[in-house]
């Protein structure tokens, strides 16, 4: 693992004050870049290689700005805000830390310009607003503990600059806590070399699987998937796969919109589709845990043929998926979503409903009374659904009783006047 590279800006950093700071870091791992000002700190930063390497800053409270200048009472006042300037001009974060003696009969008026918000970002459990050189309560072990801890909290920060726009939305309401942290890990062996030797295919495998649990939760809680793609708060991903692409439930007859409608475009679909297959043996895994057996097949599966590159690749696009999810929801809210859905009925049940309704559509018309009407196109008919004999247009205008009525068969007329009635009685005529 690459060793951990800490800035410190201190003029007496070969004292005997300073010897268990030296000491305690070497012993952990941490090399100390000293500095004896402000000046020579900065000019370090300013080269990418020094800057990069850089995973902590440790100021004294009471240093020199430059190698002209003597010790100065504002020397934290000036050189914190240039710090956070840095972070926000070279997008990467520097955590600060302040190790002192707390001597100075000006302490209080110095320290107080360490009191910053953004130092909550590394240092907010620390109740102090320093450490202390001669370590009287293990000021120095906290302060090297929080700095190997910061050196992680530093690459997050790299991987959530990197993919801003992507963390921005998964760290929204629109997803679930967490959503973030899972992206985060996938991606650091991949940005970061020295973290590559922590890949597990396995383990990267059902971060990704975990990370479409997350998206498919954010479209469940939008209305974008049914009830029926959660099981006691657990998400059936294979259903919801379904539902999202336009397919029918497997296991209700439910899917999205009418037949051909998709939530996704279907290159997106497909790339879920392959992460919840990763092999033809993967296929009756539906939910996000893996059972042994899965584990096998997904070892089995990378062994013979897959890389991290292949899985940091879905990753990737599963980035384009949130950001494309993020313009949906903001266009769609979730009663529209919730409107799509569409109850499947099958060729036979639908054939029954259609007889049911013929059925009840002739008997609201046999034996009763209509007036004849011919409309624009010379149609003969009753009411707006039974078409009679163009014969019978001479008795336009006139009250008939109709005694017989049968589904129409004739095309096209048929999708207008689904009944036709050959027979009818008016009154004491009876017409054949």
């Known amino acids: 693992m690459e060793q951990i590279k800490v800035l410190w800006i ?26 004896d000002d402000w000046l020579g700190g900065r000019e370090f930063l300013e080269n990418q290689a020094n800057r990069e390497s850089i995973s902590a800053i440790v100021l004294d409270c009471y240093c020199k ?29 520097f955590p600060w830390y302040v190790l002192s003696a707390g001597s100075r009969d000006s302490f209080e008026n110095i320290i107080k310009f360490s009191l910053t918000r953004k130092r909550e970002k590394w240092d907010g459990d620390w109740k102090k607003v320093y450490y202390s050189k001669f370590d009287e309560d293990e000021d120095i072990k906290n302060l090297i503990d929080h700095i190997i801890q910061v050196s992680a909290l530093d690459k997050d920060y790299q991987i959530r600059e990197k993919y ?22 996938i991606l650091k062996p991949l940005h970061f070399s020295e973290d590559s030797h922590t890949f597990d295919a396995l383990l990267h495998y059902n971060q990704i699987r975990q990370f479409v649990e997350k998206i498919f939760r954010a479209c469940y809680s939008q209305g974008l998937l049914p009830d029926e793609c959660m099981k006691d708060g657990e998400v059936n991903l294979w259903e919801s796969y379904n539902y999202l692409s336009g397919k029918q439930l497997k296991y209700t007859p439910i899917r999205f ?18 992460i919840l297959f ?69 060729k036979e049940d639908a054939a029954k409903e259609d007889k049911r309704t013929l059925e009840e559509l002739i008997a609201s018309y046999k034996g009763k009374t209509f007036q004849i009407e011919v409309d624009k196109d010379g149609n003969v008919h ?7 004999l163009p014969s019978h247009a001479k008795y336009k205008g006139m009250a008939a009783i109709l005694t017989e ?16 009635c050959p027979k009818f009685e008016r009154k004491d005529l009876k017409v054949k």
């Open 65 to 93: 700005l430059d190698s002209k200048s003597g010790e100065d009472d504002t020397f934290l006042a000036n050189v914190i805000p240039e710090i956070e300037a840095m972070t926000d001009k070279y997008r990467k974060l």
């Open 257 to 274: 919109g009418e037949e051909g409608e998709t939530v996704l475009p279907n290159h997106y679909s497909r790339t879920i589709s392959q």
């Open 405 to 420: 009525v049968r589904v129409n068969t004739i095309d096209p007329i048929k999708h207008q006047y689904p009944l036709f």
């Open 382 to 388: 009753c009411g707006e659904k039974c078409m009679l």
């Open 10 to 35: 201190e003029d007496q950093s070969n004292s005997d004050i300073c010897k268990p700071f030296r000491t305690q870091a070497s012993l952990k791992g941490i090399k100390l870049i000293a500095k």
């Open 164 to 185: 801003s726009r992507v963390i921005k939305l998964l760290d929204s309401e629109l997803f679930e806590k967490g959503s973030a942290a899972i992206l985060t890990k």
């Open 278 to 346: 990763i092999s033809n043996e993967m296929s009756h895994s539906e939910y996000v845990e893996l059972t042994d057996e899965d584990k096998d097949n997904v070892r089995k599966y990378l062994e013979e043929t897959g890389t991290s590159y292949y899985l940091y690749g879905y990753a990737l696009q599963l980035c384009d998926i949130v950001v494309w999810l993020g313009k949906y929801f903001s266009e769609n809210d979730f009663k529209t979503n919730r409107a799509k859905m569409k109850r499947v009925v099958s």
